[in-house]
């Protein structure tokens, strides 16, 4: 088969089949893992394709190539952690570049942009980018990046990311798209008119809860290259073995989401009937404020979800000490569902004021919904409910 038709096939594919028997020494199915370090020359002055394994390694780069095709990009950077990814393309900003982020980002996103900005190294604005007026107010401070996260963390707020990338371009600013929550199974911020996308690989790119890693996507070859040179400079690579386990976790990243959405949507729709809840925030549901514009840009509503007890910290006290199947742990993305409370645990050096400017009240929790069979799942759920 030419090249070219290798590279038209459907994403489902691209998941489940880059590298299947690629290997040439053995015609091993499953890509081989290389963890050697180093790699002989050929002979004098006569490097191979690898020559050392900070500069490049063929079991990442198989994956790297899989998330760039999956994302419709030019090239991929993994990177040891979700943050380190974030953090390279932070590295390559000019020294005090303005950098535009949402008000509501990733908690660790935020630590490291606040830390950045003590140090002088950028100047930061944080705006809740659903406001349109407050986000072109903020592009006139002429931002070097704008991030943008969507779905948001933890109230599942969408923006438009065509919208937003389009103003922030004609301001002259680059645009990083934050994926982590969705992945390119269901939404492809390049293809929105981003310039990066970002992963936490960690989540539901792996998908198996058992590797820390990061990613970046860039739409432009030239600036893939950059990236990739700049994580060489810095040693930020991620682990042949880490990568390895991506790309095996990544072989089901459709049939994942789409099990794990199919469930979310029935765990949604439980709760929101369930007299104890006072709202649940899923963009799945018809009555969210952002559910059309998520069925516009997104290719489903995916697996992560929080809602509200009325009861407030005692009713989550009891909900986590009753409920089933769903363990008590940050992080999401998992075939294993989890539960976390966003005020004690994920957001909890937001500080408590800028958690109520957020609208992350006391009694929100949040859900990654898993692949246990549904009706495990609700009855779980249910125990928790009841002794609230
Ligand atoms: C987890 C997460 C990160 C950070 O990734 P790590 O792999 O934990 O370093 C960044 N963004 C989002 C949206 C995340 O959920």
């Known amino acids: 088969m030419s090249e070219r038709a290798a590279n038209q096939v459907q994403p489902e594919t691209v998941a ?10 053995f015609g091993a199915v499953a890509p081989p893992l290389y963890l050697s370090s180093t790699y002989e020359f050929a002979g004098f002055d006569t490097p191979r394709a690898y020559d050392y394994g900070r500069v490049g390694n063929p079991t990442r780069d198989l994956l ?33 570049s303005a950098v535009l982020a949402p008000h509501d980002c990733y908690g660790g996103t935020l630590r490291l942009l606040k830390e950045r900005a003590g140090l002088g190294q950028l100047t ?61 199974a269901l939404q492809k911020p390049l293809l929105l008119g981003a310039d990066y996308v970002l992963h936490s690989t960690t989540k539901f790119l792996n998908g198996h809860s058992d590797v820390i890693a990061g990613a970046v996507i860039a739409a432009e070859a030239e600036e893939a290259r ?30 994942r989401m789409a099990a794990q959405e199919r469930n979310a949507m029935a765990v949604a ?37 929080s809602f509200e007890l009325d009861g407030g910290v005692p009713a989550v006290r009891r909900f986590v000490g009753h409920v089933r199947h769903f363990t ?11 539960v976390a409370h966003p005020a004690t645990m994920t957001h909890v050096d937001m500080g408590a004021e800028a958690r109520a400017k957020a609208g ?29």
């Open 269 to 305: 729709q439980r709760l929101r009937s369930h007299s104890a809840v006072a709202r649940v925030h899923y963009p799945g549901l018809a009555d969210h404020p952002d559910h059309a514009l998520a069925a516009r840009q997104q290719k489903g509503f995916g697996a992560m979800m």
């Open 64 to 96: 790297g190539d899989a998330i760039a095709r999956l994302e419709g990009g030019a090239g991929a950077v993994l990177t040891p952690s979700g943050m380190a990814a974030i953090d390279l393309l932070l590295n390559r900003l000019p020294v005090g």
């Open 124 to 184: 930061l604005q944080l705006v809740d980018q659903s406001d349109n007026p407050a986000f072109r107010a903020a592009l006139e401070d002429r931002p070097a990046l704008v991030l943008i996260e969507s779905p948001s963390n933890p109230l599942m707020r969408v923006v438009d990311i065509a919208a937003l990338s389009a103003l922030a371009k004609e301001a002259g600013a680059r645009v990083a798209v934050d994926n982590t929550f969705l992945s390119p």
């Open 226 to 255: 950059n990236l990739k040179r700049w994580a060489n400079a810095t040693g930020a690579i991620a682990a042949p073995f880490d990568s390895w386990l991506t790309l095996r976790g990544l072989r089901t990243l459709f049939a």
């Open 360 to 388: 992350i009240g006391d009694g929100l929790l949040r859900l990654s919904v898993g692949l246990e069979h549904i009706d495990d799942l609700l009855a779980g759920l249910e125990a928790g409910l009841a002794a609230c």
């Open 328 to 338: 008590l742990a940050e992080s999401l993305g998992g075939v294993e569902s989890l």
């Open 16 to 25: 489940a089949a880059h590298g299947v028997a690629s290997d040439t020494a």
